[in-house]
């Protein structure tokens, strides 16, 4: 009777066992993190092993357990106790070797990023010198078009003013000659009107 009775609780609890992680594989599917599934469903097969001390063997895909694994490496699950994770089972799931391509991968971007940022510096300090050039010579050429043009307005001055004068001077000679013309003109007809008077007063 005891051996029946032992052997009766034995499946039992397998079987309750066994129908509780087919209901977790069922219930995955409709939750959206697979990855803390995995973790509790983890965490219950290790406390039914530790306190039973009934191993459980089950299959799970390869991509979860990749999954699992780099949750637990990102800290991004909560565990009662640290997990342990055989250098082995990493091989086997090509977690190392993603790893160090990750890390390969950012070294060279990061490498990239500081060359890029090391040029782009370069060519703004070199942008920055040939605009600070073109500046002073665009400022020496406006200075001596400047210059220049003084120059030129100062000599078109000058000639204008002494044209000016010229031309007053001829005015005024003209103005003059003019005068002495109609002087005498105007003395030749006093003159004219004189003798003539005097020839009337004769013949009277």
């Not at 699950?77 to 391509?101: G, H």
């Not at 003209?174 to 003109?185: A, G, M, R």
């Amino acid at each position: 009777m005891t051996i029946l009775l032992v052997t009766f609780t034995f499946f039992t609890v397998i079987y309750l066992m066994n129908l509780f992680i087919g209901l977790l594989n069922l219930a995955i599917d409709d939750y959206n993190k697979k990855e803390e599934f995995l973790l509790q469903k983890a965490q219950i097969i290790m406390e039914i092993e530790l306190f039973y001390m009934l191993p459980c063997y089950y299959d799970i895909p390869i991509t979860k357990i990749r999954k699992l694994i780099n949750a637990i490496d990102n800290e991004q699950t909560v565990f009662n106790y640290p997990p342990f994770i055989s250098k082995k089972l990493r091989e086997l799931v090509a977690i190392s070797d993603d790893n160090n391509k990750l890390e390969k991968k950012i070294e060279q971007l990061t490498k990239q990023n500081v060359e890029l940022k090391e040029k782009l510096i370069e060519q703004n300090v070199k942008l920055k010198e040939e605009l600070t050039k073109q500046n002073v010579e665009l400022k020496d050429d406006l200075i001596n078009q400047n210059i220049k043009l003084k120059e030129e307005l100062i000599k078109q001055n000058i000639e204008l003013k002494e044209d000016l004068i010229k031309q007053n001077d001829e005015f005024k000679k003209e103005l003059i000659k003019q005068n002495v013309e109609l002087k005498q003109q105007m003395e030749r007809i006093i003159n004219y009107i004189e003798i003539k008077q005097e020839k009337d007063n004769e013949k009277v």
